[in-house]
């Protein structure tokens, strides 16, 4: 068994119970098996393991991998042909994304994801369609893809089964359309029908051949309460139940599902979820844009979780997350950055500075995140919504070895005044060109900023000669939908909001 102890000049090995960095100096960690089982100064670990292959030195700074809580596509729907509309707008607009091969396609963002810290990711697989058969080939192809290239994967395929294009049935959108549209759009939301029970026999056969895996595991994800039948939701409570697995559904990203929650529930979507018995520490909350003060109380008490989103809120107009209410009341919040961060990536060192941006409330004593709590929210707080809760996002025996190794010169250069903090530098100056190495597992995935698993440029030059060949029939025929379907998309919502009335948590400026 192979025994090896990686340090640096700063080891971060976590958080304590107040929230304050827990920071080691000529320290390191050493993993036997994927797993860490001392921690300490770097000299009292070479003469306790003196037979260990040592990685490291001064120069470099170590951390826990970081978990990228809420991710969907490789390929951004950007390059895939679809700009940023408002989400509800954004659906129809996706439907003339071209087809792309999903193990390739998988592995582009993985790459990216792993250049800047990422060694863990939820992934949210919310467009298959086809038979149940098919689903389960699409799901095959996606954690193949993680599998082999070395990073932890959580994986679902979202539970759906209504309103698939706006906010009503399917076929009460379908009678609203003229006569020459209706076939075209009742066939592209056939290709998407599963049934409620065809889809639990997907999620039982993935968790049979993946529910106990090293780096692989399956969690439950039902879409959206507009998505989801009172069936569904049922449904998603009983999965749980009977597999304990944590639970991660999107739920008011946009003001627009806010006023579906009231015309459906005649109140909070959060406390609709709440009654049917979904809410608990198991459960986290995606985008939570649209809380109110008592949605907000409400997670609190259950003890559920936040995925904070916070390039697509920006990017799809959904709004901004009450981020510095959430930490005010002590509920967890985790990173994810969803179909594409700000620059059309997936940077989590990129992510983590947009998100101690954002929440900077005008005024000299206004609450704001501190950089010790957004780096809290990319490690420990993102493991906390996965199935690898308690094995991963921090460097302590008995944890998994999952760790990235900064270039701190690299991070510093050419000047850094040693009055800052650690973790403050790191927050705020880090780019992925610092980071050296990443570890998952106790396996270089990342090394001398070289991938070890699979050459990238091979995998870049398949989607490439793929993307090159001509658009098929059944694309053109799906972007000819789509620019169809899109005026009859917004007028749906003409109107849909009046009388919502929010006030907002932040006051970003004055008026007068």
């Known amino acids: 068994m192979t025994t090896q102890i990686i340090w640096g000049s700063t080891l971060l090995t976590g958080f304590d119970a107040a ?55 490789g390929l951004t729907p950007l390059q895939l042909g679809s700009p940023d509309h408002p989400l509800e707008l954004w659906f129809a607009s996706r439907i003339a994304l071209r087809d792309v091969d999903l193990y390739a396609d998988t592995l582009f963002s993985a790459f990216e994801m792993i250049e800047s810290g990422v060694t863990t990711v939820q992934h949210l697989h919310s467009r298959a369609p086809g038979t149940p058969q098919d689903i389960l080939a699409a799901a095959e192809k996606v954690i193949a893809a993680y599998r082999d290239i070395g990073m932890r994967a959580s994986y679902s395929m979202a539970l759906r089964d209504q309103n698939r294009l706006v906010y009503e049935a399917d076929q009460d959108f379908v009678a609203r359309l003229p006569d020459h549209l209706r076939p075209a759009a009742s066939a592209f939301f056939q290709r998407f029908t599963v049934p409620l029970s065809d889809q639990v026999a997907v999620f039982d056969e993935l968790v049979t051949r993946h529910g106990e895996g090293e780096r692989i595991r399956i969690q439950i994800a039902p879409a959206n309460l507009h998505w989801l039948s009172e069936k569904a939701l049922e449904t998603t409570g009983e999965l749980q139940r009977r597999t304990g697995l944590p639970v991660h559904m999107h739920v008011l990203e946009t003001p627009y599902q806010k006023a579906y929650a009231r015309k459906r529930t005649g109140g909070s979507a959060l406390a609709h979820l709440d009654r049917l018995g979904l809410l608990g520490p198991h459960f986290t909350i995606g985008h939570g844009v649209w809380m109110s003060e008592a949605d907000i109380e409400l997670a609190a008490e259950r003890g559920v979780c936040v995925c904070h989103n916070c390039s697509s809120n920006f990017r799809l107009k959904s709004g901004m997350a009450p981020v510095n209410r959430f930490l005010a009341r002590g509920i967890p919040v985790a990173i994810g950055i969803d179909e594409a961060g700000i620059n059309d990536d997936r940077d989590m060192l990129q992510e983590m500075r947009l998100v101690l941006r954002a929440h900077r409330e005008p005024g000299i004593d206004a609450p704001h995140p501190s950089s010790a709590q957004v780096l809290r929210m990319a490690t420990e707080c993102g493991a906390r919504t996965t199935p690898f809760a308690g094995r991963i996002g921090r460097l302590e025996p008995g944890m998994a070895a999952d760790l990235v190794m900064f270039d701190w010169p690299a991070v510093t250069y050419p000047y850094q005044d040693e009055a800052l903090g650690f973790v403050e530098v790191l927050v705020q100056r880090a780019k992925a060109k610092a980071v050296h190495s990443v570890m998952v597992g106790g396996e270089w995935v990342y090394r001398e900023r070289r991938f070890t698993m699979l050459d990238r440029e091979t995998v870049l030059a398949v989607l490439a000669e793929a993307l090159a060949k001509p658009k098929t029939p059944a694309e053109i025929e799906r972007m000819a939908l789509s620019q169809a379907l899109l005026p009859h998309v917004r007028r749906f919502y003409d109107g849909y909001l009046d009388g919502l009335g929010d006030e907002p948590h932040y006051r970003p400026s004055g008026r007068f």
């Open 19 to 73: 929230g304050e960095p827990i920071i080691r100096r000529d320290a390191g960690v050493v993993c036997e098996a994927g797993v860490i089982v001392a921690t300490g100064p770097v000299a009292e670990l070479k003469t306790r393991y003196p037979d260990a292959s040592v990685i490291g030195g001064r120069d470099f700074a170590i951390t826990p991998g970081f978990v990228n809580a809420h991710h969907h596509v």
